[in-house]
């Protein structure tokens, strides 16, 4: 099994496409899920949504579903050439794990269908997670309606932690993250007549300066509210002033109520100084998640399957990511966890950097913890 998961992660790595464009990575899993349960009743083979993959197992008449999910969307990265593994998609890579987070499914599925667990399941591959919205998506759409969802689990790889580890909590897990632009419009002049023109850049600048001293000032520290501006885009020339710039943003916190007070402190800078400079702004929020809480019985139980197939458990803070998978633990119980991807001799490096690339190892590691949560679930009904 392990050869064939390491050759399926190794084509989902080569073939990333970013959120809502999953075609050829719907095509490649549900060929890979046909081709492993074939005539077997208990499987059913779904594409209800767009680039979605869903699967349900049924093998326990009248009990409830639990869903496992994975995410399916590559980003807009470009692969460090030092990976072991190769995008041929030019500029989009898997840089946040997915292709491990399919692939691990994947083996789940494989691995009930080999030892045929008395419970009734879905393993859904979800499009959209990295700001597309996919599990609003799906969700609104009704595509869960027709079952009754007991639970809801997920894993995130990350190199914060060692194979064979795995992390978790018994509330909130993940952040609420909000991806927004403060665009700025101004008037254009030469820069040796300022007075001719309403300096965008100008007006970014002090709106920039003005809400991180306003979030100081305003906002209870024990409140968490992280606001970071990480590109700055405007002008067209050094002597010519600018009618435009856009900071581009992210605003985070740990909980809904907090974001939107820390939302009215950056609307309320960006709007004073856009009519300090005579300029126009507006905040254009480009996506945002709900935070992720995990439900306290499924710790106990997830903490369990850790131990029955001896991997390590850590129970952690919260960490300010954010993850759109908060929108089933809103509506469901729910489990999210981090799968330990650092070895010894490889580069630890972040999510979402070019360099993030665990080894196939990790998989059995991913099989083996999911396969023991669904034993675990099921068993608990009994």
Request: glycine share 8%; with cysteine.
């Amino acid at each position: 099994m392990s050869n064939n998961l390491s050759e399926l992660r190794a084509l989902l790595h080569a073939t990333p496409e970013v959120a809502w464009s999953e075609v050829e990575t719907q095509k490649i899993l549900k060929m890979a899920v046909q081709e492993r349960v074939g005539s077997d009743d208990r499987f059913i083979i779904m594409t209800p949504y767009k680039t979605a993959l869903l699967i349900a197992y049924k093998n326990g008449g009248n009990q409830p579903f639990h869903l496992f999910r994975a995410d399916m969307d590559a980003l807009p990265v470009s692969e460090d050439v030092g990976n072991f593994l190769q995008s041929e998609n030019s500029g989009k890579m898997h840089a946040c794990g997915h292709d491990l987070h399919m692939t691990i499914l994947f083996g789940l599925i494989d691995k009930v269908a080999d030892e045929g667990v008395e419970g009734n399941l879905l393993f859904l591959f979800q499009p959209a997670e990295e700001g597309g919205g996919g599990a609003k998506a799906m969700i609104d759409a009704g595509v869960f309606d027709d079952y009754t969802i007991a639970s809801t689990f997920a894993l995130h790889v990350t190199d914060d932690y060692p194979i064979g580890t795995v992390a978790s909590n018994d509330s909130i897990f993940m952040a609420v993250p909000k991806e927004i632009d403060l665009v700025f419009s101004g008037k254009s002049s030469h820069a040796a007549m300022p007075h001719r023109g309403n300096d965008a850049i100008a007006a970014a600048a002090d709106a920039l300066s003005s809400i991180h001293l306003q979030l100081a000032r305003s906002m209870d520290p024990v409140q968490l509210f992280l606001f970071h501006s990480g590109k700055i885009e405007g002008g067209t020339a050094r002597n010519i002033v600018a009618d435009s710039c856009t900071l581009s943003s992210t605003a985070r916190a740990l909980s809904s109520v907090t974001l939107e007070k820390g939302m009215q402190v950056i609307e309320n800078a960006v709007q004073a100084s856009a009519a300090k400079f005579g300029c126009h702004g507006v905040v254009k929020a480009k996506g945002e998640y709900i935070e992720t809480v995990n439900t306290p019985h499924l710790y106990e139980l997830f903490a369990d399957a850790a131990a029955d197939v001896d991997m390590i458990a850590k129970k952690v803070f919260p960490t300010m990511t954010g993850e759109d998978f908060g929108y089933f633990t809103r509506k469901y119980s729910g489990l999210m966890f981090w799968l330990g991807t650092a070895e010894e001799g490889r580069t630890v490096a972040p999510l979402h950097a070019a360099n993030y690339c665990p080894s196939s190892n990790v998989i059995p590691y991913g099989v083996n913890i999911l396969f023991a949560v669904a034993e675990h679930i099921i068993h608990s009904q009994d």
